[in-house]
């Protein structure tokens, strides 16, 4: 029997180097801002409004992305964004110099830029999820997405020291050009190796590609070489669990953006540390965070194997989400610091835990616009990334420390609670066919290459596309039936004379 090759880990570990170098380009300037602020003559309250630039361009650029991304493929997306924010990445420091200074002056030019490189990156995790969608089978996309999240967490440590090394060795510009040449030698290798869909990559065999095409749930995510559908907006936007994973994500985000925005400052104001040691302890809860995510990955697709999807990921989300109000207030309120940043670290680091369950339950909602979906849903944490850096200080300033770190801790507490009415099996619903008649629309306008593809040597799947009558398919229904299920129709009618089958979503009872 042939073994099957591993090329979608290989593809993996492309789309963890991307999680990598968004936060390495993201982050650069937190690194850089001192000595960039002393070369360009900002002030505190400037430099703040240039970081704060890139989420507005994430956050507003989030579902346009996605769509885009459904739309004309995931991959050319991905390089093409990858690029866009490689390059302005690399004119940073640029931007205080060239014609747009005379123009606008230092503050507006170089907002614009790190505006555009928000608008490059917001493409970043939704193609990321809707590509993994196609190329992992059902049951190991948690640690798949729980690994694109490593590369978060790894980017977010290692970012600090390789920044500050670049500054010392070759000066604070050269950070930034060295970031962005890393993103577009990324982008180069993606356009060459990366496929849209794994039947359409030459290094992978027919074992591993039987091996993913088995184990999605959908004939949608085995689209290909089809028109995309238009998107369904309205069913998106008015679908409750898109909108309980954006309220849930948006509490997770406040508390990620803290720690972003305040806890070195936290470790070297409030706690003492120098910047050495500031710098070393604030890297902690990211670390953490590389091996949380995937482990809770991995956990989610062995859970549900034996619990289901729904209660796998509800347990998962409650043990990541609910500890963490009382591990910051144990850090908040410790007296030693050691304890305090251990406390801290595993707070935002155990968090992450469910990190995965947020972007398989997008993926699952609406397979064929899975990056809308992850789109729409991540808009959440953006939005909450507009606020929680502002809304931190002014709560530190008028009741302390304590209370900062408690309502960080009750908005993540809040979010896990809200999984209590997430039901990731609960597909959005799609347009019925209509009786009697099979489309080549339905379904991605693939039924029945799937149906031929799938259920060649069954004879049910011989009735469907024809090559059986109708006393043959009474006959063996229940031998082909489950085969249905896992593609997620059912067989309603079957005309005789024409010898097509109409179709409709299986009921679940």
Not at 177 to 182: A, D, E, S
Not at 238 to 262: E, H, K, P, Q
Not at 343 to 349: H, N, P
Not at 463 to 472: E, I, M, P, R, T
Request: aromatic share 14%; charged share 15%.
């Amino acid at each position: 029997m042939e073994r099957p090759t591993r090329i979608r880990w290989s593809l993996l570990g492309l789309l963890f180097f991307i999680s990598f170098v968004t936060y390495l380009d993201r982050i650069n300037i937190a690194v850089a801002g001192k000595l960039m602020s002393e070369a360009f003559g900002l002030t505190d309250l400037q430099f703040g409004t240039i970081f704060s630039a890139f989420v507005v361009g994430y956050a507003l650029f989030q579902v346009p992305a996605g769509w885009v991304g459904d739309r004309f493929g995931h991959k050319r997306t991905l390089v093409f964004s990858l690029i866009l924010w490689s390059c302005f990445t690399a004119l940073t420091p640029w931007a205080g110099r060239g014609f747009l200074v005379s123009m606008v002056g230092v503050v507006p030019a170089i907002w614009i830029v790190r505006f555009l490189i928000g608008l490059g990156e917001a493409a970043s995790y939704p193609s990321s999820n809707a590509l993994v969608s196609r190329w992992f089978p059902s049951k190991e996309r948690g640690l798949a997405t729980g690994t694109i999240f490593a590369g978060l967490g790894l980017g977010t440590t290692l970012t600090p020291p390789f920044v500050a090394w670049l500054m010392v060795t070759f000066g604070w510009e050269a950070s930034f050009y060295v970031c962005g040449l890393l993103g577009l030698v990324l982008a180069t290798v993606l356009f060459f190796y990366l496929t849209e869909r794994p039947e359409e990559h030459s290094g992978i065999n027919e074992a591993e590609l039987q091996y993913i095409l088995s184990g999605r749930e959908t004939p949608a995510q085995a689209a290909s070489g089809t028109a995309p559908q238009p998107t369904p907006w309205k069913k998106i936007l008015s679908d409750r669990n898109v909108w309980l994973l954006f309220v849930s994500y948006m509490c997770t985000g406040y508390t990620v953006y803290l720690y972003f925005a305040w806890f070195y400052r936290y470790l070297i104001d409030e706690r003492g540390f120098d910047m050495v040691q500031g710098s070393f302890f604030g890297a902690l809860p990211f670390l953490l965070m590389t091996f949380s995510a995937p482990f809770g990955g991995w956990l989610s697709d062995r859970l549900s194997l034996r619990l289901g999807k729904t209660t796998a990921r509800r347990l998962i989300v409650f043990c990541a989400k609910l500890p963490c109000l009382p591990l910051v207030y144990l850090g908040a309120t410790a007296q030693d610091n050691t304890m305090a940043v251990i406390w801290l670290s595993f707070a935002l680091g155990l968090s992450f835990l469910g990190a995965n369950c947020y972007w398989t339950t997008a993926i699952e909602l609406l397979p064929a616009h899975a990056g809308t979906v992850a789109a729409t849903m991540t808009m959440g944490i953006n939005v909450a990334g507009m606020f929680a850096p502002v809304l931190t200080p002014l709560i530190k300033d008028q009741y302390g420390w304590t209370a900062a770190w408690v309502v960080a801790g009750a908005f993540t507490m809040v979010g896990g609670l809200l999984w209590i009415f997430i039901q990731p099996e609960k597909k959005i619903a799609t347009e019925p066919a209509s009786p009697g008649s099979l489309d080549s629309s339905v379904v991605d306008g693939t039924l029945l290459g799937n149906v031929k593809r799938i259920s060649q040597h069954d004879a049910l799947g011989q009735c469907l596309v024809g090559d059986s009558d109708l006393n043959g398919c009474a006959k063996i229904f229940h031998q082909g039936y489950r085969n249905l299920r896992e593609l997620g129709i059912g067989v309603t009618d079957v005309g005789a004379v024409s010898g097509a089958a109409s179709v409709h979503p299986v009921d679940q009872r």
